[in-house]
């Protein structure tokens, strides 16, 4: 799910706390609950407190893999692979030459080449206006069988 949808269902719940403080009785009932006899949150923090996870889950989405790859045919042996590194990662920057030598081998098995060569390898780092991204560039040439 998009950032800008969870934010959208999020201004959607504040918008109808506070239509709701304007009318007889709020929509988030004015109570605590009791999680242990010295620890005693409102509903309202209860709630506050899951949206905020539910954003910052989708945010940094750790499930997701480390490594966005897009891989371009140059011609009928050579590929480019760009890859980039997701936004809010909790590890893997280092491993972004062993990600494109897996991907480069299980398109070797599929297509039924004999092996291949890396021509060109970069690291670097894109600046973007949220946050900077690791990236890697390489150019692989195939072998053919015979």
Same mark, same amino acid.
């Given at each position: @799910?998009?950032?800008?949808?969870?934010?959208r269902r999020a201004h959607v719940v504040v918008l109808a706390a506070a239509l709701g403080?304007?009318?007889?009785?709020? /929509? /988030?009932?004015? $109570?605590?609950?009791?999680?242990?006899?010295?620890?005693?949150?409102?509903?309202?923090? +209860? /709630?506050?407190?899951?949206?905020? !996870? /539910?954003?910052?889950?989708?945010? +940094?989405?750790?499930?997701?893999?480390?490594?966005? +790859?897009?891989?371009?045919?140059?011609?009928?042996?050579?590929?480019?692979?760009?890859? $980039?590194? $997701?936004?809010?990662a909790t590890g893997g920057s280092g491993e972004a030459y062993g990600v494109m030598q897996?991907? @480069?081998?299980?398109?070797?098995?599929? *297509?039924?080449?004999?092996? *291949?060569?890396?021509?060109?390898?970069s690291e670097g780092i894109e600046s973007e206006t949220f946050g900077a991204r690791r990236?890697?560039?390489?150019? +692989?040439?195939?072998?053919?069988? !015979?």
């Open positions: @799910m998009p950032l800008s949808s969870v934010l403080a304007c009318g007889g009785s709020p /929509i /988030i009932p004015d $109570k605590n609950i009791t999680i242990f006899p010295t620890f005693q949150p409102s509903v309202e923090a +209860v /709630i506050l407190g899951t949206f905020a !996870g /539910i954003a910052l889950w989708k945010i +940094v989405d750790p499930a997701a893999p480390n490594w966005n +790859v897009a891989v371009t045919p140059l011609d009928d042996s050579r590929v480019e692979v760009d890859m $980039k590194m $997701k936004r809010f897996r991907s @480069m081998r299980a398109l070797m098995e599929d *297509y039924g080449f004999t092996g *291949y060569a890396v021509l060109t390898w990236t890697a560039h390489a150019v +692989v040439r195939f072998n053919r069988p !015979g």
